[in-house]
Antibody
Framework: EVQLVQSGAEVKKPGESLKISCKGS????????IGWVRQMPGKGLEWMGI????????RYSPSFQGQVTISADKSISTAYLQWSSLKASDTAMYYC?????????????WGQGTLVTVSS | QSALTQPRSVSGSPGQSVTISCTGT?????????VSWYQQHPGKAPKLMIY???KRPSGVPDRFSGSKSGNTASLTISGLQAEDEADYYC???????????FGTGTKVTVL
């Protein structure tokens, strides 16, 4: 069974750093792209970027380029999303999602989400 | 990259059909046959309902169907059921630089 299990909720202050994780199991982790999606409170889904754990090829949505860093450790089947200096506007639910394995096929399996709250 | 345009809400009685539109451009919806649809219940992660415009994953009822014409994709729910009440999002591939773009989301209400 394919599973993506994300790290738990975080409460941080503005200016702090943060790294959240997404552990894949039940499939070949290095053979599928993993993407990250933001959902701000009461709002829609936004594509942030994607990484191929096999070779760490990473692509960012123009809206998120320079704002976050996506990485992966294939030895432990885990992808990461990190911030160096959080802002209140980073408060959101963050989902990781496995991209389908053909062409530009969209995400198929999703993690349960990690709620990030940034408040002074 | 702007979000794809969806109606804010649609509603129908049990057993009826509803259709949700998803309008983009030739750079996303119209340029690729990689439109997917997601169902999201409150407090839950999105669930894949349709991929590659019209394909249904295993386990998704055949009441859900997808199509595309030009720059607009559509999701139809036939024989509406109470458990179909949720938010629905379309998503389209938009090229290797942009990646993916989501729709604005549609709330489906079962009357």
């Amino acid at each position: 069974e394919v599973q993506l299990v994300q790290s738990g909720a975080e409460v941080k202050k503005p200016g702090e750093s943060l790294k959240i994780s997404c552990k894949g199991s039940g499939y070949s982790f290095t053979s599928y792209w993993i993407g990250w999606v933001r959902q701000m409170p009461g709002k829609g889904l936004e594509w942030m970027g994607i990484i191929y754990p096999g070779d760490s090829d990473t692509r960012y949505s123009p809206s998120f380029q320079g704002q976050v860093t996506i990485s992966a450790d294939k030895s432990i089947s885990t992808a990461y999303l990190q911030w160096s200096s959080l802002k209140a506007s980073d408060t959101a639910m963050y989902y990781c999602a496995r991209r389908g394995n053909y062409g530009g096929r969209g995400p198929d399996y999703w993690g349960q989400g990690t709620l990030v709250t940034v408040s002074s | 990259q702007s979000a794809l345009t969806q109606p804010r809400s649609v509603s129908g009685s049990p057993g009826q059909s509803v259709t949700i539109s998803c309008t983009g451009t030739s750079s996303d919806v119209g340029g690729y046959n990689y439109v997917s649809w997601y169902q999201q219940h409150p407090g839950k992660a999105p669930k894949l309902m349709i991929y590659d415009v019209s394909k249904r994953p295993s386990g998704v009822p055949d009441r859900f169907s997808g199509s595309k014409s030009g720059n607009t994709a559509s999701l139809t729910i036939s024989g509406l059921q109470a458990e179909d009440e949720a938010d629905y999002y379309c998503c389209s591939y938009a090229g290797s630089y942009t990646g993916y773009v989501f729709g604005t989301g549609t709330k489906v209400t079962v009357l």
